[in-house]
């Protein structure tokens, strides 16, 4: 008789799932349990490699993604286990969880679902994992961020129940469907998930039914999973947070909507909460529009004070002030239309292309309607200052705060914890990965008699035990284990008591091919280089490229060149400053960029660009000999170069030149 039926819905998470799957592996040893697995119309190779490395699980292929209820419905129709564990792909298991959840279960009878502690990657508790039903006033606390100023308090957060004790067993209203284990006999009373729920909210909607059919809902603290969250929706074309809010929508008008006032009062927090959540993703759109609106009215108002004659006296009073406000609200649609706000970054070119629209729009307001016809030197005056402030502030958060930069730049300090060979192979394909940075401060071995010796040219900087005192001093970003040498009981504890340390632990895949992290799937695997489409290799990228060379170059060439030139003849040894100046003339020519590869010939036949007179090669640390770890960084620059990265390197560079102390 089959105890567990363990049921797993997967969309597009393959490299996940597989970590899952080898968890669970080490979890059902000593139960029996069979595994069903719905796929909702992958198109990552998921099916394929269940069915070639997995012939013994039970795969449900969908043709098409029936979301997250409805193939739970499907797998629990055709379940036979006595209970039903219900747990998402981009989540692992500890060797002891499925066995102390049944234990729960088996001393409790009256409990019909429960859930155990669910934790992020960082090592901290994910809030859903325990909640209660979104009722009047806790919707209301948690929509006016009430629960977030008063976590500890019973009266503010009832929503994610803050205020208890995380290590504590108790009943709560609902768990995750995250991680869920329900008898059968609860689905046979009341049914499967509500259909009717896309994604989110079938899981509040299933332990309020069961609640209502006189079951009890528990959060188990004596075990806990790992949650990876929201990978699936990252691979989909869904907008989750409308999904979300119009489950929450669904969930309040099927249970609430006997009493008007308390669904009239959920759905305004529902709606005032998609406010909240659509301004929080567009937030530097929204930015970028109150900064445009501020900067372009400060234009108008100096643009006027700078034109102001016996002639011409400022505008008529019947014009005040709306016409400080009117033409900065036509600039904001019109570059609206341009494109110039994203959610991710801060765009100069359509900047400057809408500011051109703009001018020319409202210089053909002042020929057509004669009412507006104040001074067309003001329209070209206020345009000039709001070209110089637009670029102003664009600049300044891109290159001195790195806001609304899309591409991350900066070597993730790496520990890794595995045996000695598999540290030396996959620290040796950290290397060669060319999608991210990953400097290896060190390894973390499995035995202390180790400490102190050398793999490759890592040194062993410790064991598990005292870990969390090396991502301190270290100052550690990422902490990759090996799933092949430490059991997934190890990498829950060390997890666990390095929460609040800001690092992200990922888990490489048995075969080291790829990494699992909060963040993205990492492919450990060598890249067909030819066949990548780098920035470097673009029209436009190649082409703002020189004309910023040129500029720089020219500047330097008369404002610096000629007095460094004579100071080296005066002086028989050359710093590195006086290098880079002199081999400026270059870059005016052509021949070389002030950012670029060291040696070209590395690369073979693949383009990475000029040879630059700086460039990763220079600003980051690495042994002067190791040529792959300088192929790596020109490959990685190649493919995100972009105008700003550019900059960036060359503050980079001074500042080595002049205040490193190496």
Known sequence: ??????????????????????????????????????????????????????????????????????????????????????????????????????????????????????????????????????????????????????????????????????????????????????????????GGFDQQFFMYGEDLDLCYRAQKSGYKVFYVHN?????????????????????????????????????????????????????????????????????????????????????????WRGFPDYAKPWVYFIPAIIQIIISSIGGSYSKKSFSILRTVISLMFGMIFLSALTYFFKQVAFSRAVVLITYTLVLVFFLFWRIALKVIFKIGLETDTRKSRTLIVASEPKAEELASKLKSTFTKLYQVVGIIGLTRKNIGEKIGNYKILGTVDNIKKIIVDEKIDKVIFSSDDLSFNQMFSVVAECQGKNAEFLVAGKELDYLVGKSSITMLDDIPLLKVQYNISSYFHRATKQILDIILAFIILFLVYPFIYLFQKLRSNKSKFTQFILGIPGVFIGKKSFVGPRDKSYHGDLYVGKTGLTGFWFIENFLENDTEEIKKLDIFYAKNQNIWLDLEILGKTLSKMFFSTE
């Open 1 to 190: 008789m089959i105890n567990l039926s363990i049921i797993i819905i997967n969309y597009n998470v393959k490299e996940f799932l597989l970590n899952l799957l080898d968890s669970i592996r080490n979890a059902v040893k000593n139960i029996s349990t069979e595994i069903i697995i719905v796929d909702n119309a992958s198109d990552d190779g998921s099916v394929e490699i269940l069915r070639e490395k997995f012939p013994n699980i039970k795969l449900i292929a969908n043709n098409k993604n029936v979301g997250f209820g409805s193939a739970n419905n499907q797998a629990m129709e055709a379940a036979k286990g006595k209970y039903f564990l219900l747990i998402n792909p981009d989540a692992i298991v500890r060797e002891d969880t499925l066995l102390k959840m049944l234990e729960f279960f088996n001393k409790t009878p009256q409990v019909g679902i429960a859930g155990c502690k669910v934790l992020n990657p960082d090592g901290s508790l994910q809030l859903a994992c325990r909640r209660s039903f979104p009722g009047p006033w806790t919707s209301f606390t948690k929509v006016m961020g009430l629960s977030k100023l008063f976590p500890r308090s019973r009266l503010f957060a009832r929503y994610n129940l803050t205020y208890l004790n995380e290590n504590q067993t108790y009943e709560v209203d609902a768990v995750s469907g995250a991680f869920m284990m329900m008898r059968k006999e609860v689905y046979e009373q009341i």
């Open 223 to 311: 075990t806990e999973v790992i949650h990876y969250k929201g990978e699936s929706t990252k691979r989909s074309s869904l907008d989750e947070t409308k999904i979300f809010y119009d489950a929450m929508h669904l969930f309040v008008r099927k249970h609430f909507s006997s009493s008007f006032i308390v669904e009239s009062i959920l759905q305004i927090a529902i709606l005032f909460r998609k406010l909240i959540a659509f301004s929080n993703v567009y937030k530097l759109a929204f930015l970028s529009i109150i900064a445009d609106f501020f900067t372009f009215s400060i234009s108008v108002l100096l643009a006027v004070n700078i034109y102001s004659n016996e002639h």
